[in-house]
């Protein structure tokens, strides 16, 4: 019955409207600790808010009790360490706007509303990831409560079994509350926005799949397929120590995109927070997504023709395909040294469904799974990248979260079992221990004098 509950139980993607009996808006880690330990004790069901950024709507569900992180946004920088410590709440803007005052920056997504939540516990592909790694590759110490309500730090001598798990492993194994990050010195960034005409875009996906083979690791260059044209945006991060007149450079940094003849083009530097936020009002809080995903080795000229027939005979705007280029450093970090799997993969590859709730002629979802379809018959199975994994039918498929994490299943498994096994933290890509309980939606009152807000 409070006032701010229809806001607060909303999440970024407006496709997902869930109900939960309780919002605990935390504010310290004692308010988190003190809910978990209230929720596990009376068995009641529970998720975790961060950013409330993620896909698939998991952080919120109907009659269970919403653990709100996003009141802790406490960032500390140590410039001497070059290290950032930020609560879970904070979003890759707070962030980035903090971090950017000091000249250093981590890898944290393309969209600045995303929170560094999910995006680091599920691995986090970012602008800066070619050059700096994956967000989760530049987490050097986090702090998480567990479902017996306790606080552990880990790092790779604390606790090093559960600071791998968290790696790219999700947030299954507890709340955690604060993220400390290895920084990176970042000036000003060379973009470059490129439109090419659609009856080119086999020629132009052909040369993007060769250069991306070679590219440099301070080159980024995503690719759209849209109704209206092919899209490439290039980041290109210069070199500092040899930085010369940064404006006299940009045609000769981006001139395998030149040669390939847009039809109209962009060349700026801009400051990385703009760089990493430049998306942002393409996709507002609210509208609906729908995302399928898929890592690939790469793009030979069959592929290439069977993704534009896919494509194209589709005739809404809503519709697009996004390619990321991966590669750089996220190769060089060994297959087991996280959970993130597909390390070897040159790009990975989604489809992008954006509407209104008033475009109820169209069912934007079906476009998603055929091409949720298309890519498992084209890679022979290969999963998706887990912060964009989503099904509105099939929550947490054994079969699919294995695919996901590959050969770090088993290994996962083993830490899930002795750090939560009772599977309480289970709204996510969920790795089912043994022992699992079952935990009932509830309503509950409580007396409690928390510094959090309840609605």
């Known amino acids: 019955s409070h006032s701010d509950y229809e806001k607060q139980r909303k999440v970024w993607n407006g496709l997902i409207d869930k109900k ?29 808010r961060g950013g409330g950024h993620g896909i698939a709507g998991r952080a919120v569900s109907d009659g269970a009790v919403l653990i709100d992180l996003s009141l802790m946004k406490k960032i500390e920088v140590s410039v001497s360490e070059k290290t950032a410590k930020a609560e879970a709440g904070c979003t890759w803007g707070d962030f980035d706007k903090e971090t950017a005052k000091y000249g250093m920056h981590t890898p944290g997504g393309l969209i600045s509303t995303t929170g560094i939540a999910g995006l680091t516990l599920g691995g986090g592909i970012g602008w800066l990831s070619r050059k700096h790694g994956l967000s989760c590759d530049n987490l050097l110490n986090a702090e998480i409560v567990t479902y017996e309500g306790k606080t ?16 790219g492993g999700g947030g299954q194994f507890g709340v955690v509350t604060s993220f400390t990050f290895r920084l990176h010195p970042v000036k000003n960034v060379h973009l470059g926005r490129f439109h090419y005409e659609v009856s080119k875009a086999f020629d132009v996906l052909k040369k993007y799949n060769s250069f991306c083979k070679d590219a440099p690791e301070n080159m980024s260059a995503y690719l759209f397929i849209t109704q209206s044209s092919i899209l490439i945006i290039a980041s290109y991060f210069p070199n500092l120590e040899n930085e010369t007149s940064e404006k006299d450079t940009l045609n000769e940094d981006f001139k395998f995109f030149l040669d390939l ?116 018959t084209e890679t022979k199975g290969k999963a998706g990248y887990l912060n964009i994994e989503m099904n509105l039918t099939v929550d947490r498929n054994d079969t699919r979260v294995r695919k996901l994490f590959g050969k770090n299943y088993e290994r996962l498994l083993n830490v899930k079992e002795d750090y939560d096994p009772e599977n309480f933290f289970h709204h996510n890509q969920n790795i089912k221990p043994t022992k699992a309980l079952e935990w009932k939606p509830i309503s509950i009152e409580t007396d409690s004098n928390w510094s959090c807000t309840l609605l």
């Open 152 to 167: 552990l730090t880990v790092s790779k001598d604390e606790n090093p079994d559960l600071y791998w798990a968290i790696r």
């Open 261 to 376: 003849n847009p039809i109209l083009q962009k060349l700026e530097v801009v400051a990385y927070p703009e760089l990493n936020s430049m998306f942002d009002s393409g996709v507002p809080s609210g509208k609906n997504y729908y995302w399928k995903s898929s890592f690939l080795d790469n793009m030979d000229d069959q592929f290439i023709k069977n993704l534009l027939d896919f494509y194209y005979p589709c005739k809404y705007f809503q519709n697009s395909i996004e390619i990321v280029p991966l590669g750089g450093a996220i190769k060089k970090v060994g297959w087991d040294e996280t959970p993130f799997t597909n390390r070897e993969a040159l790009f990975e590859i989604h489809s992008i469904s954006v509407w209104d709730h008033t475009d109820k002629l169209v069912d934007f979802t079906s476009f998603g799974n055929q091409f949720g379809h298309f890519l498992n």
């Open 20 to 48: 939960p009996a309780v919002i605990v808006r935390c504010k310290t880690v004692k308010d988190v600790e003190q809910i978990v330990t209230l929720c596990h004790k009376h068995g009641i069901d529970c998720t975790i």
